[in-house]
């Protein structure tokens, strides 16, 4: 029998860049994957007859870096690119920002005229930080407390950094990193639904209103990550960026297994020796990189015995509060959206009609409940992919929040809520629709192992970034178990399918 | 010389210019104090509204008032008597309680009525917060750096910051930087787990603070308010003899007997500019006085946007300052009482209670749900409620056998929707008296008078913009260095020989006198 020196624990975009870096450097690497597909919740499965699409993110793009090292486009991979975020306005107010800046300051001339002006000077505010923020998501986190002179060096370039940006500049990026969404939106724009579809990526993912302390973090984070206004996806669908690494880690010698779940991490004297599968079968490696989240490492893949209370407690102190639903509707024909053209729907659809609406869907998930009015994201990459769907036919892809995991919300219900709010804009869609498919958090929970539903492995706040992530004191992937390291959105620099973490982890090792 | 000209113009009474005052004129100034009221104190005054009944208007306890400045100042001498609150009782929704006594065990005992884990974790948590309030105390009394700076005063002071954080040790400095970027309802979810002990330890991280328990930013308002200390033990709340106009006329009487010229009835109208540099004050009336050096203990948003012409300051600076935030969660209510109300959940032989505070926080939900009602320009219909009985610390706040209330209520909008008027002032006001009702039935039929400080009011009285008690949110970004405007944290203003010294500047709000003293230090460092 073959032994493997590494074996990795799921096969998202971070453990498949973790594969192919460790193969390429002579490692023998096994990657399990616990679902039958690969790529696990960043996967793009067949839901309908001869319609594919998501299952869990909707966008995203691997680091240019790891893309360039690992040359994926010779793998397979064609991005597509979202490039323009539409806002969906009862009578006919629609409108639509292009990622080409000049085109959106006409757009938003139109409506919000005295906005217009500071449309520039808001997106190149947000260029800095996010750029601050790629730099930062460049490095395994540096200790912020008592740092070694390597890490110290990496903190004062992110300082040199700024203090290149210019003074003022400067403590304006300072002030971005932990301002609420409402304030900043605020102090640069007057009007409502212009602030609405600023702050609509500022709570994706988060179970924050626009008015929480911190929200500008999660927009930045999506800005720093290419997955903000303006995203990204791929030929086949976003599961093809997973299928691209898997080809790229299999050339490098790696093996990749789907249906084999870890059900534990076996440790010996606080050791990891292998891993027991949900077959029994036993594998055993000298490291294994789990790519699950902190706290199903730490509860399922590994017995709370073998660590201290402390981390344990830290380990349930972890925010996860998974708020986020996913739909994939089979459609017989395009809906027709009022007073859009089929060039807006190749982009992002929200509904996020103003700060207000977007922190009143969020007041009833503090509570458990779903909002009847809640923010919703469509998208329809059939359009830009019609591999995705027989010839005429199409899918939608709606991401909705909140519906919080704690409040167990049915999923029949969230359909509905769903389809009442875009029929106001497509009239026509309920009568299209062939086939649905419905994912709660509490779908991902038990179908995909994600801690309360949580597609980023733990939320995007300040409180859980940078050397707090996962847990403060084991933000640079290694635990207290040795030979067991994590890769995940769960760590540094957290969610998304950049591959960073994967990256990283393999760096430090 | 002019006796219209002084070395030093501070613009307003209240504490903080008093502070200031004070401590120039000890370093050798000549100083007057301006304010537009007929009497010193700003927030920091107690009305008496209807004979015999004293009301504390707006600011109505003592905490954070810094050590140093009690005896540099020497306060005890010039009056100043504190009285520490030794409970703090909060009523549950069921008719229970959760009180805390000067005892630990007896606080102990009520806390495990609730959940004995928590009562376990209680001590430890005390321990926790005491020791990162004492290791970030040498914050409070530094003058901000400008971190893109890199001059010498900025770079020191710096490193000072840094040796602040060097010294925590490591699982304290996780600790603190998660506090300062999470939620106070989050923070105490991991101590604790009876709904009303976190309802009545939550409340420290909303108070004056325009965000609900679960928002991120409360965490930091939480560790503020457990900077307080009375005679060095952390986090309790003192009541002063007289209220807290006590603290304003005994910080007055210090800064008179330093040489301080106080005059009342003097509002300013315009600070006087030329060619870029302060030069006086132009008061309402026309009359005008000159000094080397004008201190404004007003508002950031008042200095600079209504008493400094805007062609005397930067665009920047008045985009900072412009967009500085202020929205006011907060009113102020008193009550006139013929006697003591009956909190039906205080049992018998505690009636020791009401000498205490008494939180209107049973839960962090029910606290949240005041959030939600106010946050859209509303407020609150079940608010929640910091009360008081000033008369049974100090019987001279009332007349014989009768009783002042005083009530810090959260959460109604300063931009409430509509405005403010005099019919929904009666209407929140019902509000307030029928939700404390509900736990003290008696209340209603005790009330003699009844008065509410909306923001409104609190901005028409005492010239607080917004009616702001903090001049200005302790948001993360309106904090330290960026307090009130980056670049100009420190005291200083665009306008040579302009100062500023009020809760707008760091640490911000209560009743601290730590802007009021660092502005001094920061004055004395160009004006020695």
Redesign the interface.
Known sequence: MITYNTIILGSSPNALTAAAYLAKAGKQVLVLEPTEYIGGVTATTEFANGFRADIGLTSGRLDSSIARDLQVEDHGLVPIERNSITSLLPDQQSFTLSSDRAMAVDAIRRFAPNDAERYLPFMQLLDLASDLLRSAYSMVPPA???PDSRELAQLMSLVAQM?GFG??E???V??LL???AR?LL??WFEHPALKGLLASTAIRGLT?GP????TTFNLLHHQAIGDGYFRSTARGGLGAISQALATAAQAYGATIRTSSGALRVLVADGIASGVRLASGEEISASRIISDYDARHTFTQLVAPPELEPEFN?AVQ?I?YNGSVAHINLALRELPRFVGLDTSALQGTLVIAPSL?YL??AF?NA??GQLSEQPYLEASIPSLADPSLAPAGQHVLSIWVQYVPYRGKIAAERVLEVALNQLSNYAPNLRGLVIASQVRTPADYATQFDLSEGHLYGGEM???QAF??RPI??FAQYHTPIGGLDLCGAATHPGGGISGLAGKHMWRDS | MNTHHYDVIVIGGGHNGLVNAAYLAKAGKRVLVLERRHKVGGATVTEEIYPGFKFLIASYLVSLLRPEVIHELDLMRHGLELMPLESTFSPTLDGNYIADWPDHDATKYEIARHSKRDAEAYDEYARTMRRLALAIRPLLGMIPPDPTSLAPRDLETMAKVGGVLDQLRKEDFYLLARLMTMSAADFLDEWFESPALKGTKTTSGIIGTFLGPRSPGTGYVLLHHYLGEVDGVFRTWAFARGGTGAVSQAIASAAREAGVTIQVNAPVAQVLVKNGVASGVALENGDEYTADIIVSNADAKRTFLKLVEPQHLPDEFLHDIRRFRISSPACKVNLALDGLPTFTAIPKGKEALLRGSIEIAPSVDYLEKAYDDAKYGGWARKPFMDALIPSLLDPGMAPPGKHVMSLFVQYASSDLEGGWSEPKKAEFLDVVVDTLAEYAPDLKSLILHKHIMTPWDIEQMLGLTAGHIFHGELALQQLFFLRPSAQWSNYRTPIRNLYMCGSSTHPGGCITGAPGRNAAFAILEDRP
């Open positions: 912020a407390h008592h203090r003074r003022r400067m403590t304006e300072m002030r932990v301002m609420s304030d605020d102090e924050q008015f929480s302390g911190g407690r102190h925010h207000a922190e009143r007041d503090k509570y706040t300040l409180a050397f707090l403060p004191g």
